[in-house]
Nanobody
Framework: VQLQASGGGLVQPGGSLRLSCAAS?????MGWFRQVPGKEREFVAA????????YYGDSAKGRGTISRDFANNTAHLRIDNLSPDDTAVYYC????????????????????WGQGTQVTVSS
């Protein structure tokens, strides 16, 4: 599976980020992670392709929305009310497996990764 991420860039505090991840084929689960230098990769959100179930990490709860374009094998991520703490490289990931709930927050469970896109929140 090949993943092509798009979006990101410079966003003002209080603004929103919109990221998209297009997959070359249908996945079992698609997810987003983020990473800042010196820290581990952090789970942001995931979506189960079969039933549209959505899961959010602490950084996205209450202000994030993950969605899918089923026909085009594309996942979208939106996070509102951004702060400088949201500055990171965001990665999309996928696996053709379905994953149980306790596993989909672990980066080790994802087999395919996009190239990463920088999001910088600054005025």
């Amino acid at each position: 599976v090949q993943l092509q991420a798009s979006g990101g860039g410079l966003v003002q505090p209080g603004g929103s980020l919109r990221l998209s991840c297009a997959a070359s084929r249908r996945s079992g689960v698609m997810g987003w992670f983020r990473q800042v230098p010196g820290k581990e990769r952090e789970f942001v959100a995931a979506i189960r392709w079969s039933n549209n179930s959505k899961y959010y990490g602490d950084s996205a709860k209450g202000r994030g929305t993950i969605s899918r374009d089923f026909a085009n094998n594309t996942a979208h991520l939106r996070i509102d009310n951004l702060s400088p703490d949201d500055t990171a490289v965001y990665y999309c990931a996928a696996t053709i497996r379905t994953l149980i709930v306790s596993s989909l927050r672990s980066e080790r469970e994802y087999d395919y990764w996009g190239q990463g896109t920088q999001v910088t929140v600054s005025s």
